[in-house]
């Protein structure tokens, strides 16, 4: 498979609470590269409707946008069938 690349649908299928992150399971589309991380590799900047990040606090909060390991993010293919999702989709577009 093509790597991500900016532009590019994603599903979010990990993060720092691995299943219980609130972005588990979200499209989000990706913005740009942010760099390379020492432990999880180039990191992608993403937006979408309901992604939340981690504040100094300890708490997340909806933000629209957060910054994700490639790792932790599914490609969608696109000719890949969504329908399921469309509304998701749409709302990231």
């Known amino acids: 498979m093509e790597p991500i690349k900016a532009g590019d649908l994603c599903e979010v299928i990990s993060g720092l609470g691995q299943t219980k992150?609130?972005?588990l399971?979200?499209?989000?589309?990706?913005i740009s590269a942010q760099?390379?991380?020492?432990q999880y590799g180039r990191v992608w900047r993403c937006e979408g409707p309901n992604v939340q990040q981690l504040t100094d606090t300890g708490a997340y909060a909806v933000t629209?946008?957060?910054?994700?390991?490639a790792s932790w993010l599914r490609k969608?293919?696109?000719d890949e069938n969504v329908r399921k999702?469309?509304?998701k989709l749409e709302d990231v577009v």
Not at 35 to 38: F, L, R, V
Not at 64 to 69: E, H, I, L
């Open 76 to 78: 969608i293919k696109p």
């Open 85 to 87: 999702d469309e509304e």
């Open 35 to 38: 760099g390379e991380h020492s």
């Open 25 to 30: 399971g979200l499209f989000v589309k990706v």
């Open 21 to 23: 992150s609130p972005n």
């Open 64 to 69: 629209g946008w957060a910054d994700f390991p």
